[in-house]
């Protein structure tokens, strides 16, 4: 449809001010409404104000091809691709088909460079407004929607996007590409024109104008909508005599209808032809000569305005032109008709398609090519095409033959790797009752996978392994990479440790299967010390020997929970921004999100909140948009609740996550929720309930043989709730139950848990607790003022409770005020209140402030905790020249000139604060 704009500039004008505010604007409306013309004209527009406009305009046939829309709108940006970095580069690559694929290309790999080469674009200051324009949206190829879902996601509202969708109703269906996420997106909803819009239309279409009673007709037999009335005007025309007042017009059930009766007066060839072009991914003229259509057959069909001929390109004049002429074609024609096309193309992934769509028996020759242009579509990153592809290959070859399994095996694991975990449980487990032997194995052990990667229930993902292993051959590499995952599969350490032994043993010596080998090393590492035997770090370095530069997902995250867990942060730290660098890059969300929460503990121990609030919150978003699980990210959210002092919040997540975990019987989340359930009771001051929350926890973690659970370390909480409560007995049973924890495994956490744990114990029995202080003061010194400084001020807090009660009144204001101090430099709220409070109790004046701004007073009790102004700007995200000159200003206003000194004022409670 060729007419001109008519009645629509109300939309037009609309549809151009949302996008300059950042709006996304989706254009909606049956087919034949319009929205084409509608869309070209805001183009247009945008062009003439500036904008860089990147556009595509898939087709309902293109919906097979993958990445064919993707290239068609990022084509102008090819120049930019081979800036970006490696992986990026080489995923639009494939995309452009710039380059042969030399390896699998993971299909979110697209959507993140799909963002970096939109994200290039907009700083280009020659052309600094971006607008991304995709018309018909929903006949975009699952892959190019997944990757510029992805992109847009995350650059709208700086990047404008303009889409148009056919729907009969709006808002009946879920906006394309995501937009009905976006903030204040634009639905324009194209009405139906009338009869004066309508006049004009038909004018311009068919140089025709239709005497007025007949064109009202026409208008209220077509409802306004433009197609419809031009098709009805041309079946009109082509009566011998106009109709009579009061006779029918020619029947119109529907456009198609319409279309097929137009069909039926074109000459055979002429059919046979659009019927090719049709069916073909992209007609050109060249293409459906060698199928025996000579360029003149389509005349006619050019002469009705079916079709446009364009150089060597042949297409319709509206999609639904081209849905109608396939709808009309009988299953038998059809088929016979992609033989033809198959036997003719020159491109290798359009015969498969074709023979894909005509082979209906068992063809072996057949199955191998579809086959093959699986294998290239899955190199190129669209997995979900490649399972169809693998699916139709198997289904060309009786069940005994070895490639029906293994391309069995390849759909179910394209399906996994395109994220869709329903479909990929569903082929999984068709592949299970369909298969024999180590195919079997292979299949049930993707369909564990599945069950760990999804919010299955608790024991689906082992369950599923387990009758894999009974499945595949003994003794062989394939019950090696079982072994391997069920040691990530059992939450228990023994059963673990031993499933890794195994894994370990049948693994030895396959080249293939390195990165499994690392991952079994690593997993037995973990679930020996999870077990309480000593940590054999030659395992862990024999591992990271082994996995390369892409650690294995089954244990990648292990050493920095290790290096964590014995407090070497700036090694877990390093650890994950690798990972996290490699996801990003990848595109692979769900990975992110792990990555982001384990961040955020890490700089929840280290005491940075700040950025362990931004990982916390970067997890939620991800989570948000990909559905990942967050009871991690909520159970970690609470926790830093609680140590900045917002317990009533800190709690209802703890009693949800407590509610979800009886729902659901899942150990895990039950462990993780007590330890905050008791946390928060004994932050808010409800000790009995504490300890009570902390004694469930420790019977949990017993009855499962969990000796170290390196993430939890509740004992010196438990004491300080048992003692509290009064119950001493049990507070002496945690002292030696964290005792031989250290013993086992010293870390700076346990050597300061320790020491407090001594003087809390020491002085609710009656005894001096001298020597328990004189402890935890070298306690205090062995850790360096960076690690772990929320404990380190716990410790402060505790001696000074201690000093009072041995009237020791100057040793006790200067431990309170220094715990104050420290407390305050976290924003440990609650905490730095008890210490005020306890420091009053002394009998000495509590720290009063002095005029000191907000930052400086920040930077000033960071200082005077022992940080460097490194780790002090990258606490407060400022920079470290900002913080020497707040320094240089704090030293000033309190007449010191050392950091010593600047300690001494703070702890001396000085009059800081504005």
């Known amino acids: 449809m060729s007419g001109a704009v008519v009645g629509r500039d109300e939309v037009i004008d609309r549809a151009r001010r949302a996008l300059a505010e950042g709006r996304p604007v989706l254009l909606e409306g049956p087919a034949g409404i319009g929205k084409t013309v509608v869309h070209r004209a805001i183009l247009d527009a945008a062009r003439r104000d500036g904008w860089r406009v990147l556009d595509c305009a898939p087709t309902e046939i293109e919906a097979g091809l993958p990445f064919a829309a993707l290239a068609d709108l990022l084509a102008t940006l090819a120049d930019r691709v081979p800036r970006l970095p490696a992986p990026q580069r080489a995923a639009l690559a494939n995309v452009l088909l710039t380059d042969e694929a030399t390896q699998p290309v993971d299909e979110r790999s697209v959507g993140a460079a799909t963002q ?95 005497p007025r009673p007949l064109l009202v007709r026409i208008a209220g037999e077509a409802g306004g909508n433009p197609l419809l009335a031009i098709e009805l005007a041309r079946a009109v025309l082509r009566m011998p005599h106009p109709p009579a007042p009061g006779a029918d017009l020619p029947a119109a059930p529907s456009l198609r209808g319409l279309v097929v009766d137009r069909l039926a007066t074109l000459p055979p060839q002429t059919r046979d032809a659009i019927r090719l072009a049709a069916l073909s991914g992209v007609p050109t003229l060249a293409g459906l000569a060698r199928a025996g259509v000579p360029p003149s057959a389509f005349d006619a069909a050019e002469e009705a305005g079916l079709v446009t001929v364009g150089g060597d390109v042949v297409g319709f004049a509206h999609p639904v032109y081209a849905a109608a002429v396939r709808a009309e074609i009988p299953p038998g024609v059809r088929r016979r008709l992609h033989r033809l096309l198959a036997d003719t193309t020159e491109n290798p992934d359009e015969r498969a398609r074709h023979l894909a769509r005509c082979v209906t028996g068992p063809d072996p ?111 062989s590499t394939l019950a090696g990479r079982i072994h391997a995952h069920l ?12 499933h890794g032994e195994a894994a370990i043993e049948l693994l030895a010596g396959s080249r293939n299967d390195r990165d499994m080998q690392a991952a079994a090393l690593l997993l037995l590492f973990l679930n020996e010390v999870r077990g309480g035997l000593p940590a054999r770090t030659e395992l862990l370095d024999r591992a990271l020997e082994l996995e390369g530069p892409a650690p294995s997902w089954l244990a990648g995250i292990v050493p920095a929970v290790w290096w964590r867990a014995i407090d070497e942060h700036d090694r877990a730290r390093e650890r994950l921004h690798t990972l996290l660098d490699r996801a990003t890059m990848r595109g692979d969300e769900p990975s992110q999100h792990e990555l982001r929460t384990h961040l955020g503990e890490v700089e929840l121990l280290a005491g940075r909140w700040p950025a362990a609030a931004a990982h916390i919150a970067a997890a939620r978003e991800l989570g948000e948009q990909n559905g990942s699980d967050q009871v991690g990210v909520k159970w970690l959210d609470g926790l830093l609740l609680v140590h900045r002092g917002q317990l009533a919040e800190a709690t209802r997540i703890a009693e949800s996550g407590l509610r979800r975990a009886a729902e659901t019987d899942d150990e895990w989340c039950r462990r993780i929720h007590e330890q905050l359930a008791g946390f928060a009771a004994l932050i808010d001051g409800r000790l009995p309930a504490a300890a009570r929350h902390y004694g469930d926890l420790a019977a949990t973690i017993d009855q499962m043989g969990l000796v170290e659970p390196l993430a939890q370390r509740f004992e010196p909480d438990w004491l300080e709730a048992c003692v509290g409560a009064g119950d001493l007995t049990t507070a002496g049973a945690v002292l030696d139950r964290l005792a031989a924890r250290h013993r086992r495994l010293p870390r700076p956490w346990t050597t300061l848990g320790l020491a407090r744990s001594r003087v809390l114990l020491a002085g609710a029995l009656g005894r001096d607790p001298s020597d328990a202080l004189a402890e935890l003061v070298a306690a205090r010194a062995a850790v360096p003022a960076d690690v772990l400084p929320f404990d380190r001020a716990r410790c402060l807090l505790v001696a000074g409770v201690a000093y009072r ?82 320094l240089a200003r704090v030293y000033r206003k309190l007449g010191v000139g050392s950091r010593a000194e600047l300690g001494a004022a703070m702890a001396r409670g000085a009059d800081v604060e504005a």
């Open 365 to 475: 020759a057949a199955a191998a090519e579809i086959a093959a242009a699986a294998d290239r579509q899955r190199a190129r990153g669209a997995p979900e095409t490649a399972a169809g592809l693998y699916d139709c290959a198997a289904r060309l070859v009786p069940p005994p033959v070895g490639e029906h399994a293994r391309w069995r095996l390849a759909a179910v694991q394209c399906r996994f790797d395109g994220g869709d975990f329903p479909a990929t449980k569903a082929a999984a487990d068709q592949a299970a009752r369909e298969l024999t032997g180590a195919a079997r194995a292979e299949a049930l052990l993707l369909r564990a996978v599945v069950a760990w990667s999804s919010d299955e229930p608790p024991g689906a993902a082992e369950r599923a392994a387990e009758a894999a292993l009974a499945a595949a051959p003994a003794g």
């Open 487 to 498: 040691s990530l599969f059992r939450d228990a350490p023994d059963p673990a440790r031993h």
């Open 805 to 886: 009660r041995l009237r020791s009144r100057r040793e006790a204001r200067d431990a309170l005020a220094a715990a104050a101090v420290e407390f305050d430099a976290l924003g440990a709220v609650a905490l730095a209140a008890r210490a005020r409070l306890e420091a009053g109790r002394t009998g000495g004046r509590p720290p009063a402030p002095r005029q000191l701004t907000a930052t400086e007073l920040q930077v000033a009790r960071l200082a005077a905790a022992g940080r460097t102004n490194r780790v002090i700007a990258d606490t407060l995200f400022i920079s470290p020249k900002t913080v020497e000159a707040n």
């Open 116 to 210: 970096a080469l939109l994200g290039a674009a907009l700083a280009d200051p020659a052309e600094p407004r971006l607008l991304v324009a995709v018309d018909d949206a929903p006949w975009l190829d699952p892959p190019s929607e997944r990757a510029l879902r992805f992109a847009l996601r995350r650059l709208v509202p700086r990047v404008a996007v303009l889409a148009t969708a056919r729907v009969e109703q709006s808002g009946a269906e879920p906006a394309p590409l995501g937009l009905d996420r976006a903030a204040r997106p634009e639905c324009l909803t194209l009405d139906p024109l009338g009869v004066g819009s309508l006049h004009h239309v038909l004018r311009a279409e068919l140089g025709a104008a239709l």
